[in-house]
């Protein structure tokens, strides 16, 4: 009998991992889970749970329309980083580098970070209105990383397999302030609540520039992805733009097709898709 639900299964996969890991996927995470040595955090830490689930679709989404909203960083992300052009490059590089600081051998670690910290020494610029800006200011790196974090987590805790308790939530922040430090990040938040406070204190630095609309107009209504993998893309946009606070999320074009009211049940849906899709054969 034709295991149907396997080959529907592997196909998913397939295009899953191509798009966010690249065509060599599978020797890609084999290199990293499997190589020998210490890492920075022990299996299954906080870190390694939320950055090892399905809810970071939503998450990463979360903290790109997030993240936008600082006109210094959205300018760096304009003028350099090609995401219109190359959107699955930048995420694959992106992944690779949260899966290997999370799950890869020490050394290699330490090597993903000198990696983007030589990439951030060569970004900078102006921004339209003439402000400069610099990938390695530490407080640009520090809005970049509590924006991710934030959002990593709260992608994790409404739709992640096994949410955190309290005590979890603050030791994953606490461990993704190692990975900040190492970026350089001065002072990264160590809980839970500091994180809440240091997101909410960038508050009025943030707005939506025409760079920001334009980014978040891409990530949430003009994906480059054929028509039969946009039912699960924009149940992980809508869930992904309901999640950010009201102050944050206004004036962001809506997800077409599905109503604000429905993102925690389609979010809920999509990231068990996402997770029996990925799940080994």
Do not use: N
């Not at 329309?65 to 959205?74: E, I, K, N, T, V």
């Not at 993998?229 to 962001?252: F, H, K």
Request: charged share 20%.
């Amino acid at each position: 009998m034709v295991d149907v639900a396997g080959r529907v299964r592997d196909a998913a996969q397939g295009a899953i991992l191509r798009r966010v890991a690249g065509p060599d996927a599978a020797a890609t995470r084999a290199r990293i889970h499997e190589t020998p040595g210490p890492r920075w955090f022990p299996a299954g830490s906080p870190i390694q749970r939320v950055h090892g689930d399905a809810s970071m679709f939503v998450g990463g989404l979360r903290a790109l329309l997030l993240q936008s909203l600082h006109p210094l960083a959205m300018a760096g992300v304009a003028a350099h980083s090609g995401y219109r052009g190359d959107p699955w490059g930048r995420l694959q590089r992106t992944s690779a580098f949260i899966a290997v600081t999370t799950f890869g051998t020490s050394d290699d670690a330490a090597q993903a970070v000198d990696v983007v910290r030589a990439v951030h020494r060569r970004v900078r610029g102006r921004t339209p209105d003439g402000r400069p800006y610099a990938a390695g200011d530490p407080d640009l790196l520090r809005w970049v990383h509590v924006a991710e974090t934030q959002s990593f987590l709260v992608a994790h805790q409404a739709f992640g397999h096994r949410p955190l308790d309290a005590a979890g939530c603050d030791e994953y922040v606490a461990q993704a302030a190692v990975v900040g430090r190492a970026l350089g990040v001065e002072e990264p938040p160590r809980t839970h609540r500091a994180l809440d406070a240091a997101v909410l204190g960038y508050r009025g630095e943030l707005e939506l520039t025409p760079a920001a609309r334009d980014a978040a107009t891409f990530l949430l209504l003009e994906p480059p992805l054929p028509p039969v993998a946009r039912p699960v893309y924009t149940g992980l946009t809508l869930a992904a733009r309901e999640s950010l606070p009201p102050w944050a999320r206004d004036g962001l074009p809506r997800v077409r097709g599905l109503p604000a009211r429905a993102a925690h049940p389609v979010g809920v849906l999509v990231t068990r898709l996402v997770r029996w899709a990925l799940r080994p054969g």
